[in-house]
């Protein structure tokens, strides 16, 4: 009926923005307690964001890469009822690792 813990790892900065808030909301939706996000880090400052994408998108093969840092996944979250309680940057800091708790 559900799992203890679901994780994602490098795959949602692949996907196109609403069949990433679709899996998020599944995520959420069939775990019980936690839902870990393994993906590429995102910024709040507009130039950071758009030179990170320019740049992301040379570096990786995803379609998407530009459209998942412009995506608020804070946001996504809250609406999905989930809430961050470990937030870390990892591997010079262009990596990022969120470890959710499902809000009931």
């Avoid at 609403?18 to 993906?39: A, P, Q, T």
Wanted: contains cysteine.
């Amino acid at each position: 009926n559900y799992f203890d813990a679901v994780t994602v790892s490098a795959a949602l900065h692949d996907m196109p923005t609403i069949v990433k808030k679709g899996v998020i909301s599944e995520m959420r939706r069939v775990s019980k307690g936690l839902v870990v996000i393994f993906e590429p880090r995102t910024f709040n400052n507009p130039l950071v964001v758009w030179l990170y994408g320019t740049f992301g998108s040379l570096l990786d093969e995803s379609l998407n890469f530009k459209d998942y840092v412009k995506d608020d996944i804070g946001k996504i979250l809250i609406r999905n009822k989930l809430k961050v309680i470990k937030d870390e940057n990892v591997w010079y800091n262009l990596l990022n690792i969120k470890v959710c708790k499902v809000n009931k």
